[in-house]
T-cell receptor
């Protein structure tokens, strides 16, 4: 999807284990975002980044951390996965002239 | 904290009909209102967007109507087609459209019957 890839696409993990999701962009955009999508809740912002090593919390950041050591990569880590973190996770980057975001294809995470 | 409320949750429309999805917001500082379309297994994709200095924006069969005083905006899909069947999200943000954090509505699942 327009220079943004997420990995893995699917993951099943056990409660209490750490999990890292990766977002990689080739657009050289400054801003990157992590959202989670759950039925009835739409998309909720977890964390975002406005530059290398510059990150901030969104509305549902508890239990998540992020890192951005390079412009192209934005990592989301679940320090100790819980069943409530079972969700579809989307990464997004700023979309340039048209405004808005470009989203990746998502990572479906199941915590058992 | 539901800053953007979207309705209905689901919608069934006959082919050729008009689909209407509504959103209401609370924060008067919002100044950018996009709509996203999402197909199963895919990420949301920007469909159309509006700023509060205009009351309507049209792109093909898709129209956003914006009512600043009522703090409401809606998406109209004219001549709805089965290929329009998807989940639609409204959103809102403050500041530059490239940097402002987007707050999303809950989503509407649209089914267009042949």
């Amino acid at each position: 999807d327009a220079g943004i890839t997420q990995s893995p696409r699917h993951k099943v993990t056990e409660t209490g284990t750490p999990v890292t999701l990766r977002c990689h962009q080739t657009e050289n955009h400054r801003y990157m975002y992590w959202y989670r999508q759950d039925p009835g809740h739409g998309l909720r912002l977890i964390h975002y980044s406005y530059g290398v090593k510059d990150t901030d919390k969104g509305e549902v950041s508890d239990g998540y951390s992020v890192s951005r050591s390079k412009t192209e990569d934005f990592l989301l880590t679940l320090e100790s996965a819980t069943s409530s973190q079972t969700s579809v996770y989307f990464c997004a980057i700023s979309a340039g002239d048209r405004g808005g975001y470009t989203f990746g294809s998502g990572t479906r995470l199941t915590v058992v | 904290q539901q800053q953007v409320k979207q309705s209905p949750q689901s919608l069934i429309v006959q082919k050729g009909g008009i689909s209407i999805i509504n959103c209401a917001y609370e924060n008067t500082a919002f100044d950018y209102f996009p709509w996203y379309q999402q197909f199963p297994g895919k990420g949301p994709a920007l469909l159309i967007a509006i700023r509060p200095d205009v009351s309507e924006k049209k792109e093909g069969r898709f129209t956003i109507s914006f009512n600043k005083s009522a703090k409401q905006f809606s998406l109209h899909i004219m001549d709805s087609q089965p290929g329009d069947s998807a989940t639609y999200f409204c959103a809102a943000s403050i500041g530059s459209s490239n940097t402002g954090k987007l707050i999303f509505g809950q989503g509407t699942t649209l089914q267009v019957k042949p």
